[in-house]
């Protein structure tokens, strides 16, 4: 029966494996035999090592990025921005030429090559003792700003609204690497909790001051999470009902009656080619008169309230997709508010919450989908207008709905949705309520699990080299603001680091004059700097030394003494002799760790062992014991029950330990799905910057064979040439017309003495308006047909020409259509 009796075994040994690990993880006490059999998953094996590189080599691809995406869009933006500027004649096509030089696909390289230091002779990497000491410095100052949130909360109130934003921006989620591991998210998070509470202390008098001020950590808790982590969440929560609304060709939602008035005149009037007998400035009461207006607007608010609906329902069951980091601060501004102003009632705290959730973080990307991500559009693709306004409306009605307003006074008109917004609202509360509802960042984050026996990595942030500079600056100019005492441990680390650098030194270049371009291109090297604790010191128990750091030295002297010396308590292991059979067993045991350490990649190293591997079993032990009088007398160990909260403490780092893998394999899924978002964004930036190109070239060929005027876009279908050279017009024909409503301090009797005539220039799309008056050539101006449309577009029915002439624009059109396009 030899197999049946090895299968009972094994059966009988799994069983007992379970058993004792359900021990481990349940047991307020769990026993010695247990945690010793467990201790051995606390060593870093070789396929940490690999995943710890893999998630240090991943989350340094992201935040390149990330830095170089945004600069990217930052750099597109302004491309869009001097194109129309360019279009509008306002600036020349040469400055457009020299900002698209910077568009150049291997910027994002030049942006963000984070080991360009290490390839620099003489740069903040280089060997020199003096820029060691340095680098060291700024080491010790940013684990400090990192670790220790009141600094940075302070420092965001020393400073103008305007330059604190640009501040956060750059800095604070450079110094946290956007988040992109847990222990950053926390501390990140706790940053955003102190300065939150800090601001809702010192800054805010009356409750709606959150509403309707612009409070600094709202703003970077939504740009955070509206960023790249929170995009997606936006993106699953919105996508689908914008994408439905945008489709639907036939949706057209106007709810101002004047706006649905002047639409129905220029409608009837494009149509027929004759004046309305209407007016065309009007009240909202003038136009709810219209039998058309009212039934247009009857039928506008039904599509509005069905689409609305499709947003509110995708919204309202969204709550566990809403991330962590958001949902926490809902919960700390409730809280602190309510501490705040306890006779508050519990409505008013929840809209200001329904502010920062909806109105705050969910609106704008409703109003402007394309430019938070939510919609993919195509270079140079954009929102009509319909599209535009349509989710616009929705927009007003959802914010109407989450802050329970009501549509009165000038929106009278708009009272049947009223009650819809009612039981909206009902419906959104319950939605902030649930959204406050989320575990501690101690719960969530399980910090614990930061412990040294746990994390192999050290803390790694890759910032510019400008970045480090603004950041001493800052906290030089206000040091005694965010640190009154004049121990705090800051102003040691400010006075260690001295005077501010310049960018050449740091980097190692000869100096360059103030205005010198090349000097904005060096502050934005970038260097990675591994941080660590200047006050953390290991080695020796001394008065000084961190209660923290010693309890840490002894759990892992405790792990390597248990595993080698049986016994049922740490007293009774550590009163007991060692066998020679078991000193063998450790050396072994400390030969093969002295190995593997040797292969540890540098990264991971820590910068003094610790513990000591030299020491025999017996050695260690006696520095347990001296280790163990010393946290007695600290109160942090408890002698009468022999230890056991120290096995404990060490049962808790197996467990987290466990936790701590399965996160990190979950974290390298998802920084890899980040990844492949942030390189299709950048695709997307690259074909952006294609397009843009060949617009520039479009415009380089045209003025070369001079062609004339540039189309807005190269994709734009550019109007038809003339088939007339040019129309001569009495102002009394153009009267008679429509076109013209009327001549500033002229009769109408004297309307055939005005001639005006119409006749295309060399640039498509543009006219040459010519006025006479009995003959004399009074003034000529330029009429672009495009601004015509685009005033059509706006709903403008009227404007003037020359200053003195009222002119129909939808008239105006149609003639020129009839005369010159042949349409």
Request: aromatic share 8%.
């Amino acid at each position: 029966h030899i197999n049946d009796v090895v299968k009972i075994q094994a059966f009988i040994r799994a069983n007992k494996a379970r058993d004792d690990y359900k021990t481990l993880i349940n047991a307020d006490d769990p026993p010695m035999a247990v945690v010793r059999k467990f201790v051995h998953l606390l060593d870093h094996s070789d396929q940490d090592f690999q995943e710890e590189l893999d998630l240090m080599r991943l989350r340094e691809e992201v935040i390149t990025n990330i830095r170089s995406n945004q600069q990217l869009e930052n750099d597109l933006n302004l491309m869009d921005i001097k194109i129309g500027l360019l279009v509008k004649n306002k600036i020349t096509l040469q400055e457009v030429v020299s900002h698209s030089n910077k568009l150049t696909k291997k910027n994002k390289g030049e942006l963000s090559n984070l080991m360009m230091m290490n390839k620099q002779r003489g740069g903040l990497k280089a060997l020199s003792k003096e820029k060691r000491l340095k680098l060291e410095a700024y080491q010790y100052l940013f684990y400090l700003l990192q670790t220790n949130p009141t600094y940075l909360a302070k420092l965001i109130f020393q400073m103008p609204q305007n330059k604190s934003t640009k501040f956060m921006d750059s800095v604070i989620f450079t110094l946290y690497n956007y988040a992109s591991n847990q222990r950053e998210e926390y501390l990140l998070l706790k940053l955003f909790k102190t300065a939150l509470q800090e601001e809702i202390k010192s800054k805010v008098d009356q409750i709606q001051e959150i509403v309707t001020g612009n409070p600094t950590v709202i703003k970077m808790v939504v740009s955070f999470n509206r960023g790249a982590r929170g995009q997606n969440a936006l993106r699953q929560i919105l996508a689908p009902v914008v994408k439905e609304i945008m489709d639907d060709k036939t949706l057209n939602i106007k709810t101002d009656p004047v706006d649905i008035y002047k639409s129905w005149v220029n409608q009837m009037e494009t149509q027929t080619g004759e004046a309305s007998k209407l007016p065309y400035e009007v009240t909202p009461e003038q136009a709810m008169s219209h039998e058309e207006v009212r039934t247009r607007l009857e039928a506008s608010i039904k599509n509005m309230r069905m689409v609305t609906d499709k947003f509110l329902s995708a919204i309202i069951v969204s709550v566990d997709k809403i991330p962590y980091g958001m949902r926490f601060t809902s919960k700390v501004l409730k809280d602190t508010l309510h501490e705040k102003f306890p006779d508050a009632t519990e409505d008013e705290l929840l809209k200001i919450v329904g502010n920062l959730l909806y109105y705050r973080y969910m609106n704008p990307a409703i109003v402007a989908p394309d430019a938070f991500d939510i919609i993919d559009l195509s270079a140079g693709g954009q929102l009509t207008t319909d599209q535009r306004r349509n989710l616009g409306s929705i927009a007003k009605m959802l914010q109407h709905a989450a802050s329970n307003k009501m549509f009165l006074g000038d929106n009278a008109h708009l009272n049947p949705i009223n009650e819809y917004l009612s039981s909206s609202y009902q419906k959104f509360r319950r939605f902030f309520l649930a959204a406050c509802d989320v575990p501690s960042l101690e719960d969530k984050f399980n910090v614990d699990q930061y412990s040294d026996l746990v994390t192999l990595q050290k803390p790694v942030i890759y910032i510019s080299i400008g970045e480090v500079i603004n950041t001493h600056t800052l906290l030089l100019d206000h040091q005694d603001a965010i640190a009154s005492e004049h121990n705090d441990p800051i102003h040691e680390l400010l006075e260690d680091l001295g005077e501010v650098p310049t960018i050449e030194s740091l980097i190692g270049e000869n100096p360059l004059p103030p205005g010198d371009p090349n000097r904005e291109t060096m502050g934005k090297t970038e260097v990675s700097l591994t941080l660590a604790n200047k006050f953390d010191v290991p080695g020796e128990a001394n008065a000084e030394m961190d209660a923290r750091t010693l309890l840490l030295n002894t759990k892992r002297l405790i792990v390597d003494v248990i595993r080698f010396q049986p016994g049922e308590t740490l007293t009774e292991i550590l009163e007991g002799a060692a066998s020679p059979e078991q000193d063998v067993e450790y050396q072994r045991a400390m030969q093969r760790r002295a190995i593997r350490d040797a292969k540890t990649p540098e990264k991971m190293k820590q910068a003094k062992p610790v513990v000591d591997d030299s020491l025999t079993l017996q050695g260690k032990k006696d520095k347990i014991r001296s280790n163990l009088q010393r946290l007695a007398e600290l109160g942090k160990v408890h002698p009468e029950n022999r230890y056991q909260d120290l096995i404990n403490d060490i049962a808790k780092d197996i467990r987290n330990q466990r936790r701590y893998r399965q996160r990190r394999k979950a974290e390298l899924v998802k920084l890899q799905q980040t990844n492949t978002a942030l390189n299709s964004k950048t695709a997307f930036y690259n074909v952006q910057i294609d397009y843009y190109n060949q617009y520039i070239k479009t415009c380089m060929d045209n003025l070369a064979s001079n062609k004339g005027k540039l189309s807005k876009k190269p994709g734009d279908t550019k109007a038809k040439k003339s088939k007339q050279v040019s129309q001569k017009y009495t102002a009394a024909r153009l009267h008679e017309k429509g076109v013209l409503i009327e001549i500033e301090d002229l009769q109408t009797n004297q309307f055939k003495n005005v001639i005006f005539e119409i006749s295309p220039s060399e640039a498509v799309g543009v006219f040459d308006v010519k006025a006479k008056f009995m003959g004399v050539h009074l003034e000529t101006l330029q009429l672009e047909y495009q601004d015509l449309l685009q005033l059509q577009y706006e709903g403008v029915a009227v404007m003037k020409l020359f200053d003195r002439a009222t002119i129909n624009v939808n008239l105006l059109i149609f003639l020129l259509n009839k005369k010159f396009y042949g349409k």
